[in-house]
Structure formats: C-alpha cells, structure tokens
C-alpha cells in the first residue's frame, strides 16, 4: 500500500525559498506513475502547483511556474518542491500526492499535509 | 484557465438525505472530473474519477455523472461519516484546477 509522507521547515522567511521533500514508501517513484504536488491556503480551495515523472519531466501550474521547482531522486524514492521568493500568500498546506492515471490526472493517494507559514 | 464552480457553497442536511452537488466548467472537459471529500485537518480523498467511475473502496452511496459542463456528485443516503467539504476537479487541461468547495453541514 502506497504511503506519502511530506517533510520539511513549517516557517520560511519572506523572500526565502520554501523547500519540501515527500517520502515515498510501498511504491516507487520509478514506476509508471506521475508525482504531485498540491497546496491549501488556510480556509481556502485547493490549487494545483505541479507534477513530476520517474524520468524527470515536469508539468507547472503557469501561476507559479517562474518560481517552483521539482525535482525527484528515485535512489532515495522521493520527490521534491521548492519555491522561491516566497510571500504571506504562499503559507499554505503542502500535500504531495500520487497521479492515479499518468500526467494531467487525478490524484489517488494522498500525504497528510505538511503546515508552512511564511513569515519573519 | 478553466474555472470550476460549485453550487451550493455550503448545504445542510441530515442523515439520510439525498443530496446532489454541482460543479460546473467554464468550458468543455469532457468526461475529465474527479470528486473528493476532504474532513478537517485531513487530506483530500479520492471518491470518483472520470466523472462517473467510483473509487475503490468508496461506498456505492456516492455516484457522479456529466460530461461537458455540467457534473453532478450524488450521495443518495447521507451518512453521518459524510459531513465533510466536497472539491471538484478539472483535469482535461493545465492547469489542473478545483472548485471552491461544497461544505455539507448536519441541519
């Protein structure tokens, strides 16, 4: 059974950049599965932030894609975020979550979420 | 970008209810939709996909249907486990993007 477990600093500084690992156990991020990452401000909707393949090819969320990088190790079978020049608006919930049908899908499993707030 | 709009934003009911949720598309995505359900403090759970297709080990109280524009989520007997925000999700076209949320409250 597929488990994702984020990990990372709960507080960045403004102008800093926001970096993210997700753990993946029971699965491989080698395999023929696309990896994403999805963030919800406090009390608000979600919002897509981008996706990654075993191979390293990479989907953006145009809003955001001058400042998001993902990356992904499949020797540590783990994916990465990272954000930079972060701001207030970017405190959020960041949930790592596996594509259940390759690029531009659904998303099947689900981390728990991992809290960073921006602030100095 | 395609904008996804739910309705109602907030629905109270009781258990055993019947209860319809719509998200409408700003324009076409065909049969490209998902459901989620998403409890406080949790992660989004996967329900239904491809507008129609329930999620394994979802309960067959929960049902989706449309295509083009218009899309429904169906929970034909509400149960108390139910009452949660439920997201809609586009993904026919980048970027993915979700509804504002339908929060289903006990009346």
């Known amino acids: 059974q597929v488990q994702l477990q984020e990990s990372g600093p709960g507080l960045v500084q403004p102008s800093g950049t926001l970096s993210l690992t997700c753990a993946l156990s029971?699965?491989?991020?080698?395999?023929?599965?696309?990896w994403s990452w999805v963030r919800q401000p406090p009390g608000k909707g979600l919002e897509w932030i981008g996706e990654?393949?075993?191979?390293?090819?990479?989907n953006y969320n145009p809003s955001l894609k001058s400042r998001v990088t993902i990356s992904v190790d499949n020797s540590k079978n783990e994916f990465s975020l990272k954000l930079s020049s972060v701001t207030a608006a970017d405190t959020a919930v960041y949930y790592c979550?596996?594509?259940?049908?390759?690029?531009?899908?659904?998303?099947?499993?689900w981390g728990r979420g991992t809290t960073v707030t921006v602030s100095s | 970008d395609i904008q996804m709009t739910q309705s109602p934003s907030t629905l109270s009911a009781s258990v055993g209810d019947r209860v319809t949720i719509t998200c409408r598309a700003s324009?076409?995505?065909?049969?490209?939709l998902a459901w989620y359900q998403q409890k406080p403090g949790k992660a989004p759970k996967l329900l239904i996909y491809?507008?129609?297709s329930l999620e394994s080990g979802v309960p067959s109280r929960f049902s989706g249907s449309g295509s083009g524009t218009e899309f429904t989520l169906t929970i034909s007997c509400l149960q108390s486990d139910d009452f949660a925000t439920y997201y809609c999700?586009?993904?026919?076209?980048?970027?993915?993007?979700f509804g504002q949320g339908t929060k289903v409250e006990i009346k």
């Open positions: 979550a596996r594509n259940g049908d390759s690029f531009r899908s659904y998303m099947d499993v």
């Open positions: 029971g699965g491989s991020t080698s395999s023929s599965y696309w």
């Open positions: 990654i393949y075993h191979s390293g090819s990479t």
């Open positions: 324009q076409s995505i065909s049969n490209w």
């Open positions: 491809k507008a129609s």
């Open positions: 999700q586009q993904y026919n076209s980048y970027p993915e993007t």
